[in-house]
């Protein structure tokens, strides 16, 4: 009986066994490809939540009139311009003349960069991407021209004032506008994906698409 099994035993050919290779190996790239896919699907989702928790931490801050680096803080503010993957959190202090939170983002501000990873960016750079609704609420005003985004939350309540500016640090500019609450889009350079978020004057995030 042994010797029956040892004979009719017989070992994988060189054929045989680069052919299972290389099933293994289509079988594994496959797998290998929608594992990361799927990681980089959910980079935009990973990015909402950064940005959603960045938002109640700066609450946090302003609720607890916290300072920074002895400054006086009038307001926390976060700064987003669009085609980057960055946002600078700053204080918005007093200005060397005095003038109590000039809502103008200045060198001695910034507190830290809050970094994504370097394929999500604030909207695709080019596309005008910011859009508020006016303070009256009354009409959707498409402001073609800025693509600057700033949130200001403000002691002891945490107040959010939003604005979107053509400039990064001019208010008084013609395309400058405080709004009740902003749109924008996380755009994933390497999936070409988007996700539209919207900020309120409450400082709450919402995913509307």
């Known amino acids: ?8 035993q017989k ?16 079988i594994s790239s496959l797998f290998i490809v929608n594992v990361s896919k ?25 609720l607890s009139s916290s ?17 980057e993957s960055t946002a600078i959190i700053f204080t918005d202090n007093d200005d060397v003349s005095g003038i109590p939170g000039d809502t103008i983002y200045q060198a001695g501000e910034c507190v830290k ?20 609704w006016d303070l009256d609420g009354e009409a959707f005003e498409d402001r073609s021209l800025v693509d600057h985004l700033f949130l200001f939350f403000y002691p002891p309540d945490s107040r959010v004032e939003i604005s979107i500016r053509q400039q990064e640090n001019n208010p008084g500019h013609q395309h400058s506008y405080r709004v009740s609450y902003v749109e924008f889009d996380l755009y994933n350079s390497d999936t070409v994906e988007t996700v ?9 995030l919402e995913v509307i698409d």
């Not at 070992?11 to 289509?26: M, P, Q, Y």
């Not at 539209?196 to 709450?204: E, P, T």
Request: glycine content about 10%; some cysteine.
């Open 196 to 204: 539209k978020v919207r900020i309120n004057n409450y400082g709450l």
């Open 1 to 8: 009986m042994c010797n029956l099994i040892k004979k009719n």
């Open 67 to 83: 300072q920074h680096d002895s400054n006086n803080v009038m307001s926390w503010g976060m700064y987003l311009e669009e085609g």
């Open 38 to 62: 799927e990681t980089r699907g959910n980079e935009l989702n990973e990015a909402v939540i950064l940005l959603n928790d960045q938002i109640r931490e700066l609450q946090n801050l302003a």
């Open 11 to 26: 070992g994988f050919t060189i054929f045989e066994f680069l052919v299972s290779v290389a099933i293994i190996g289509t």
């Open 113 to 132: 960069d809050l970094v994504f990873p370097s394929n999500i960016t604030f909207g695709e750079d080019g596309n005008s991407n910011f859009k508020g």
